[in-house]
């Protein structure tokens, strides 16, 4: 079992950053493949970043390709969602999820919801104009 646990969320203007931390605790919590999802109100969850165990595999959706970086200290069982720029479409719900995915899944997999089993419980980030 793995508990994950968001911070850093808040409220901004259009154009600041903010960093999103997530704390891993449990067994192996530093062996999953991570991901960032986000929901805005009436929208489905959607895929925002992820990383593999040894950081090899970063991707990111294209709405946050150059803008957010994803990262990961397996020490401390941390993984750090880095937002630049943000923007008024960047408000939602961020969550940090872990996932027994292997390397050599394709990428539509690390992509998917439904192959993450733990999910921390959701940090809200507000993009003002």
């Known amino acids: 079992q793995v508990q994950l646990v968001e911070s850093g969320g808040g409220l901004v203007q259009a154009g600041d950053s903010l960093r999103l931390s997530c704390a891993a605790s449990g067994r192996a919590g530093s062996a999953y493949f991570m991901g960032w999802f986000r929901q805005a109100p009436g929208k489905e969850r959607e895929f925002v970043a992820g990383?593999?165990?040894?950081?090899?595999?970063?991707e990111y959706a294209d709405p946050v390709k150059g803008r957010f970086t994803i990262s990961r200290d397996n020490g401390k069982k941390m993984a750090y969602l880095q937002m630049n720029d943000l923007k008024p479409a960047d408000t939602a719900v961020y969550f940090c999820?872990?996932?027994?995915?292997?390397?050599?899944?394709?990428?539509?997999?690390?992509?998917?919801?439904?192959?993450?089993?733990?999910w921390g419980q959701g940090a809200q980030v507000t993009v003002s104009s």
């Open positions: 990383i593999s165990v040894s950081s090899l595999i970063t």
């Open positions: 999820a872990a996932g027994r995915i292997p390397i050599t899944a394709q990428a539509a997999d690390r992509r998917s919801p439904t192959e993450y089993q733990y």
